[in-house]
């Protein structure tokens, strides 16, 4: 095992062929729970736990691809540029329906986990649970919350979020495609924009502009509502 | 060639995104400072899209990727996690539907009424 480990491409070689698995398993199934990233981190937990590797050893190779995060992020400003005249059009609607997003996510954490009696560090913890995670992960860290945690909770809310999403939309009878990205990049980030990706291109566009601008808004909710409890 | 200039004009973003985040006492991260000093490069002109698109989209469709060792480091925490499992199941559920109503709602309505007004 030895030398299979000590390799650094182990951690990254893994996490990749991972992916490459979950995404092999959603087109032969066409399965919306069968999510690359569900399968990817949940075929990572599995190797880790029954070969008893260690986390930090998986981590030295894996840990190149979180450095990709920042620069990724960096990166949705040019979808968010392309659709720049979009924006202007409906730039009321859509800055409306992205704040009471924001809204809603930090006000309905707020209220459940004071119905949880969760502590401090839980409540912050789950602050950024809408977001994605290259923002979501720096604000819990900001904010003194578990990053692990929070990065696990961005993820099940963004495949939960493209599962549920084309459900949902249809319980709120939500038809528009602006309003439909909107909703789909708001509440699962990344992962719901995959889905608006597949409903049309304007859900797409929209979805990703959410990404960033609710990534945005919620980096200063987040820090506001940190002092409510 | 372009591929080590496009790359270079990210890096470089996010570099300055660090930069600002050190010197700067609020809770942004620096990687939303990189976003912002992008989006305003992109506008001004003096970055142009062509310049950073194809680096720019390989990194966006790579994206999903970065997120597995964070969310992998569950194995570690999960002793912490397993005590409030139920909480953070509810809270996780609830509120996702609850933002993708709301936000969604919210967008259509606001749509309608500039329509219905002319706009």
Not at chain 1, 36 to 54: E, K, M, R, S
Not at chain 2, 96 to 101: C, D, N, Q, S
Request: aromatic share 8%; charged share 10%; with cysteine.
């Amino acid at each position: 095992m030895e030398f299979l480990t000590g390799s650094v491409f182990f951690g990254l070689l893994l996490s990749i062929a991972a992916y490459e698995l979950g995404m092999t398993l959603k087109k032969k199934t066409g399965l919306g729970i069968l999510n690359p990233l569900l399968i990817a981190v949940a075929a990572v937990i599995a190797v880790l736990a029954l070969t008893g590797i260690d986390f930090e050893t998986y981590e030295s190779g894996a840990q190149y691809l979180s450095y990709m995060l920042t620069p990724a992020t960096v990166c949705l400003a040019i979808p968010l540029y392309e659709k720049l005249e979009l924006l202007k059009h409906d730039f009321k609607a859509i800055m409306a329906g992205i704040v009471s997003g924001v809204l809603t996510s930090v006000v309905c954490v707020l209220a459940m986990s004071a119905v949880f009696a969760l502590e401090h560090e839980q409540y912050v913890t789950l602050l950024p649970k809408s977001i994605t995670t290259a923002i979501g992960v720096g604000v819990s860290e900001e904010l003194g919350g578990i990053v692990s945690i929070t990065a696990a909770v961005i993820v099940i809310t963004g495949i939960l979020g493209n599962v549920i999403g084309e459900a949902t939309l249809k319980i709120f009878k939500i038809t528009d495609p602006v309003a439909k990205g909107i909703a789909l990049g708001s509440s699962a980030h990344a992962i719901g924009t995959t889905k608006a990706m597949e409903l049309g291109e304007t859900e797409g566009a929209m979805s990703s502009l959410s990404i960033a601008v609710s990534g945005v808004l919620t980096v200063i909710a987040a820090s506001v509502f940190a002092q409510f409890y | 060639m372009r591929y080590v200039k496009q790359f270079t004009i990210i890096l470089f973003v996010s570099f300055l995104g660090e930069i600002i985040h050190y010197f700067v006492p609020l809770p942004v991260p620096a990687s939303i400072y990189g976003l912002i000093i992008m989006l305003a490069a992109l506008s001004s002109g003096l970055v142009k899209t062509a310049s950073v698109y194809e680096a720019g989209r390989f990194l966006i469709d790579i994206m999903p990727l970065t997120f597995i060792p964070a969310a992998a480091g569950l194995i570690n925490v999960w002793a912490e996690l397993k005590p409030v499992l139920l909480p953070f199941a509810v809270i996780t559920f609830v509120s996702t539907v609850a933002v993708m109503g709301v936000s969604g709602k919210v967008t259509q309505l606001v749509l309608k009424h500039g329509k219905k007004t002319g706009k």
